[in-house]
């Protein structure tokens, strides 16, 4: 529980980088005394300092509620100049009533001093949240207190109550898994197994296993994009996809397989391969790999427009998979700290195991274990930023090579492992419709090490194509946050002011009332140089946020100052065209599904070509005028490979053409959040068995919350 006071004098401002003071009351009070102590000290700053403004609220940081760049009240318009900590509690639900006794106890007298700030009621910050988590040990403390108090006979009413009672404290973790999953059944019964012996000896989930529970458990609908059973559709839809996968990647293997009878193709799951780090204990990287279908449930903008449309879903629909819980539309694979994989006889096992269980997918499949009915699955990308298509496939070629001088190298290495962009007489810079790397593509080989997932199934030659750029990672936090970073910097020199401070504070005074205009979520406390990293005209302006959806809303926000505006600056005219275009690619991906027609995709294909051409002559723009905007990184080739070869020129052979943004991996990168938190929470010596166990206790409830599975019966 903590308060705020700004001070309205300068006499008393306060100059503290982080200015808490501990007002506390002693631990044996109870409630009552408590809020009397918090009246008392109130009452003294209001004496002591009168006249001043001030707020109550409560919070699990006060050092980062005070400090921090997103949202700290150290930043806030009201100059706040001291935070007091009230009450100190372990538990949420007594500062929040001591919130809101505080706050309506004050606000009575508003009318007489610049008086209390809330404006909300306080208390709402309570979430179901807030006491969902706890650890086993008090799980087990907490079921114990009520055997006791109830006594046995009424707990053994209550299902697994006595079992959790009697687990041991010193290995709750151990004995509540036990008792909650192998005898309570409230986890996904998947089998743990080991990578392997020695060194190897982590624990893995392997995809054969989650076929086989998928398959027996009727859920086979969640692989395309289904929420209720129905194989009929399930096939329709499956059928479908392979149909319109052969007008652009004929020469796939999948469908040689399917001719000699291997495999039948509305039997045959599409899946992609993720992995990626989050952070773990202590900040360390934690990898989390895993699979997911291509086929989901759509994206929110597709719906969206089909509402507004009024389009109804067609029987058979081929979405991509942006839609549901992340635990119930992806397949843990691992989940290990860097301790573990940083050997690199562990992480090239990790790759291994995932070739080895795509190809007995693809080769063998699994047969439900009544009816022998048989589902095969094929990995047909890997994906993720660029870092990890680096790191799993042993690519020689990479953004790293890009050339950051000004002297010419010899022989540069190239970025890009489709193509020989970058290397000598291919720049990657030149973003044009007939770059000289366009003749090279998969001509050289980009493999420096023979990587485990060079075998998954491929088309002839083209094993480099397995590792897919995704559009998010691409656009929204690449070349989005380098052209809004300039572009906002254009921006801010058309307001007034006399320092580039002061213009930024019309800027953000501007973006703050579009966001409340157009009801965005400004998701930035404000609008400063820093935002874009521009302390000084030497440095190129780029996003400095982590959000992707900023991105959006900061092109999205960029094309409104734009439009219908006529602007002397050459530079600012090609932006608002630029800004356009660039929406209308990716708001055009986002509203479509898994395959776009080939008028479809020539049309997406073509605004992003825009963009990149657009780009080139701002940065061309910038050079001349010997001004840092419109950098030119490694991740526009990237898009060029989307828009120019992805989209245009394969619409020009085929009928459908798969939409890149099927590649897109924010969902995967939710899933591995989610598992980085977990990792934190669990003893080190035990991190990847752990992890693993917590993942499947809390992947059975988002399955029976979504309907998927029935819940357990306790006898």
């Known amino acids: 529980m903590d308060c705020l006071r700004s001070r309205m004098s300068e006499k008393s401002a306060v100059d503290l980088e982080v200015p808490l003071v501990l007002r506390l009351p002693r631990k044996s009070l109870l409630a ?3 809020l009397q102590h918090a009246l008392a000290v109130v009452g003294t700053y209001l004496a002591r300092y009168e006249p001043m403004i001030y707020k109550f609220g409560w919070t699990h940081d006060p050092f980062w509620r005070w400090s921090n760049d997103l949202y700290g009240y150290q930043r806030d318009v009201d100059s706040w100049s001291e935070m007091v900590i009230l009450h100190v509690s372990h538990e949420a639900f007594g500062p929040a009533m001591l919130e809101a006794s505080l706050i309506n106890q004050f606000q009575g007298i508003s009318t007489k001093l610049p008086g209390c700030r809330n404006v909300r009621q306080g208390g709402d910050t309570i979430t179901e ?12 403390r907490v079921a114990r207190n009520v055997v006791r108090d109830i006594g046995v006979e009424s707990a053994a009413k209550s299902p697994g109550l006595l079992k959790v009672a009697r687990c041991s404290e010193s290995n709750a973790e151990r004995d509540t898994h036990r008792v909650l999953v192998k005898q309570c059944k409230l986890g996904l019964p998947i089998p743990l197994r ?195 298509l680096v790191k799993s496939g042993g690519l020689r070629r990479n953004f790293n090579h890009a050339v950051k001088s000004v002297k010419d190298v010899a022989q540069p290495e190239g970025i890009c492992h489709l193509c020989a962009a970058g290397m000598k007489d291919h720049p990657f810079e030149h973003l044009t419709r007939s770059p000289s790397w366009l003749s090279t593509f998969c001509q050289i080989d980009p493999f420096l090490d ?137 708001r055009g991906l986002y509203e479509a599904d898994i395959f776009l027609d080939r008028h479809t995709a020539s049309t997406l294909g073509e605004h992003g070509l825009a963009f990149l051409d657009l780009y080139s002559q701002l940065a061309s723009l910038a050079v001349q005028r010997q001004r840092c905007l419109f950098v030119l990184i490694p991740k526009l080739h990237s898009l060029h490979h989307q828009t120019l070869q992805d989209l245009v020129l394969a619409s020009r052979f085929s009928d459908f053409v798969v939409s890149p943004l099927c590649y897109s991996v924010q969902m995967s990168e939710d899933f591995i959040g989610r598992h980085s938190r977990t990792s934190r929470r669990v003893h080190p010596a035990l991190c990847t068995r752990r992890c693993t166990e917590r993942f499947l206790q809390l992947a059975y409830t988002k399955y029976v919350e979504a309907g998927y599975l029935l819940p357990a019966q306790q006898d």
Request: hydrophobic share 40%.
């Open 32 to 34: 009552g005394a408590v």
């Open 194 to 388: 080991r990578l392997g012996r020695g060194e190897l000896d982590y624990t893995v989930l392997r995809l054969r296993d989650w076929f086989q529970w998928l398959v027996n458990s009727n859920c086979i609908h969640t692989l395309t994009g289904l929420t209720a059973p129905d194989h009929t559709r399930e096939r329709c839809i499956l059928k479908e996809f392979w149909s319109r996968y052969r007008s652009s990647n004929g020469d796939h293997p999948v469908f040689r397989l399917a001719a000699q009878g291997r495999l039948k193709l509305e039997s045959t799951v599409p899946l992609l391969y993720h992995g990626d780090e989050g952070r773990g204990r202590r900040r360390m990287p934690f990898l989390v790999t895993s699979w997911f279908s291509m086929i989901g449930r759509g994206a929110r903008p597709a719906d969206r427009r089909a509402r507004a449309t009024n389009v109804r879903k067609p029987y058979v629909k081929l979405r991509p998979n942006f839609k549901g819980h992340s635990f119930v539309t992806r397949y843990l694979q691992a989940a290990m700290p860097k301790k573990a994989y940083q050997n690199e006889r562990v992480f090239q096992a990790i790759l291994k195991q995932c070739r080895a269980e795509s190809n007995f997918l693809t080769y063998h499949g699994v047969s439900h274990e009544r009816t022998g009915e048989k589902l095969w699955g094929v990995v047909l990308a890997v994906t993720g930023d660029w870092a990890w």
């Open 450 to 586: 023979q990587s485990p997932l060079k075998g998954l199934l491929h088309a002839d030659g083209r094993a480099a194509t397995l590792f897919q750029f995704d559009v998010w990672h691409t656009c929204h936090l690449g070349v989005c946050r380098t052209f809004a970073g300039s572009v906002l910097a254009l921006l801010s020199e058309t307001f007034p002011g006399r320092s580039k401070d002061s213009r930024f504070e019309a800027l953000s005074e501007a973006y703050m009332a579009w966001c409340a205009r157009t009801k965005h979520q400004a998701l930035l406390t404000k609008l400063t140089k820093d935002t874009i990293g521009w302390d000084s005209n030497n440095q190129f302006p780029c996003g400095n946020w982590y959000k992707g959806s900023l991105s959006r809303t900061m092109c999205d926000f960029i094309e409104d100052m734009t439009a219908g505006q006529e602007f002397e600056d050459d530079m600012l005219r090609l932006s608002g065209v630029a800004v356009r275009a660039l929406n209308n690619f990716l």
């Open 129 to 140: 949240g807030a006491t969902s988590e706890a650890s086993c040990s008090a799980a087990v």
